[in-house]
């Protein structure tokens, strides 16, 4: 049982319990039973803000790491989009330089049959093959449209690893090639220039056996001489043969002289170079006059046994720098190949 009285300002709570036990008496100001319940409201308000601010902020935090993360995957795309990008232009590229390695290629295959057209072979490759790259489309599909094109899109996947350093892998690989092919194609034009220089040079040189006959009766240097029996100095290289034989111009050049004497008889001298100039002596018939321009091979007379003459021959001479010199440092045999090395003479 439980009793309250009431005081001015107190309050008396009696608490009787059981008989046998004593009265319990709990005395409280009116002012304490006052504060006691605004106490409670205050504490349970103070604990709804604590837990209220605390929700925010982890609230606010949560929002933070999310919007960045969210950022972080933004960027990470835009990334994988430029790579992606980058990675076309690439591709683009390097398509490119393949059609240039291919035509740096065919520069290389031309410059080749040229320069094999000098040397006289064929060439060994086969001007349709170019090992793929630049190649030409056969010719059944020349005539088709060039712009024709189709098929799906299918994007690359953003997430493939290692296709960009493959791709820098290939492109400076092609850069290589294209400065090796460049270094080749120059070095392949300064050997075609060297080639043409040389065929120039060749033309205008006294290789080229000038009548049918092979027979050397005579050659340059000492001999007794054929009508006085003394030791004489024979200048040139007689070549034996039948009267009319045909005698060739042994270089490219100009005739200088188209005349007869008592020593030479009928005679040209064709100047080749501003030091070098041929002779051909004792001819039956001259077919070529002074100012005519004569090529390697060319018919330029009959041969002969006019003027100082024991027999029809061919006297031929080579004058370099106004004197006269061994024929045969400078004659191929018949029938060689035109190709000549020249022996310069001190």
């Known amino acids: 049982m439980c009793r309250i009285r009431s ?30 319940p605004l106490l409670t409201i205050g504490v349970l308000i103070y604990v709804y803000l604590s837990l209220h601010f605390t929700a925010r902020r982890t609230e606010g935090q949560l929002q933070s790491k999310l919007t960045k993360q969210s950022r972080s995957f933004v960027e990470t795309i835009r990334h994988k989009d430029e790579d992606i990008k980058r990675l076309q232009n690439e591709v683009k590229e390097l398509s490119e330089k393949a059609e240039q390695v291919g035509r740096q290629v065919s520069r290389l295959q031309d410059l080749e049959a040229e320069i094999n057209g000098f040397l006289g072979k064929d060439s060994t490759v086969d001007p349709n093959v170019t090992s793929g790259i630049g190649s030409e489309e056969p010719a059944a599909y020349s005539s088709m449209e060039r712009s024709a094109s189709g098929g799906l899109y299918y994007p690359q996947a953003a997430e493939d690893t290692g296709v960009s350093d493959t791709a820098d892998a290939a492109s400076e690989g092609y850069s290589t090639y294209s400065v090796q092919l460049g270094s080749l194609e120059q070095s392949l034009s300064d050997t075609l220039e060297e080639a043409r220089r040389a065929k120039k040079e060749l033309a205008v040189t006294p290789t080229f056996w000038p009548t049918r006959s092979i027979i050397v009766t005579s050659r340059f240097g000492y001999r007794s001489d054929p009508f006085t029996g003394r030791p004489s100095l024979h200048k040139g290289l007689d070549i034996a043969g039948d009267t009319g034989d045909p005698v ?85 045999s018949k029938g060689e190949d035109e190709a000549y090395v020249r022996q310069e003479e001190d």
């Open 7 to 36: 005081g001015k300002h107190k309050l008396t709570f009696l608490v009787i319990p059981e008989p046998e036990r004593p009265v319990l008496q709990i005395r409280l100001s009116k002012r304490l039973l006052i504060l006691l």
């Open 248 to 332: 060739y111009a042994a270089a490219d050049g100009t005739v200088t002289l188209s005349d007869a004497d008592g020593q030479h008889g009928q005679y040209l001298e064709v100047r080749h170079t501003g030091t070098l100039s041929t002779r051909y002596l004792h001819l039956s018939r001259r077919l070529a006059k002074t100012g005519d321009q004569v090529h390697k091979g060319e018919l330029i007379g009959r041969l002969g046994s006019t003027g100082r003459s024991t027999g029809a021959h061919l006297h031929f001479e080579v004058v370099r720098r106004g004197k006269e010199v061994n024929p045969q440092k400078y004659l191929h």
